[in-house]
């Protein structure tokens, strides 16, 4: 059964730094485009970053997150990672991992990123 759980949420100050996980299993996750989203209170889900599947290719910041996130991922552990530094109030959302391959995502149940002071 193909699964990704999101880890490391949680509070943390406006300017701090917070590094997500996400965590891979049941499916060929080396293969899989990596994606994170993000959704807070009253908005739609937005794309934040997206690694191809070797994470040789050219990496996706949506703009306001360039320079302050980074996307990773480590095929070797099925793993995938959001740095993120300098956060902000409006970073604050449910942040979700997701995985793609053609017409086959795979979606992680989200972990909460509170900023505040």
């Known amino acids: 059964q193909a699964q990704l759980v999101e880890s490391g949420g949680g509070l943390v100050h406006p300017g701090e730094a917070k590094t997500l996980s996400c965590a891979a299993s049941g499916f060929g996750f080396k293969s899989y485009a990596i994606q994170w989203h993000r959704q807070a209170p009253g908005k739609e889900r937005e794309l934040v970053a997206g690694i191809s599947s070797n994470g040789n290719g050219n990496l996706l910041y949506v703009d306001s997150v360039k320079g302050r996130f980074t996307i990773a991922r480590d095929n070797a552990k099925n793993m995938a990672f959001l740095q993120m530094s300098s956060l902000k109030p409006g970073d604050a959302a449910v942040y979700y991992c997701?995985?793609?391959?053609?017409?086959?995502?795979?979606w992680g149940q989200g972990t909460q990123v509170t900023v505040s002071a």
């Open positions: 997701k995985a793609i391959m053609g017409g086959t995502v795979y």
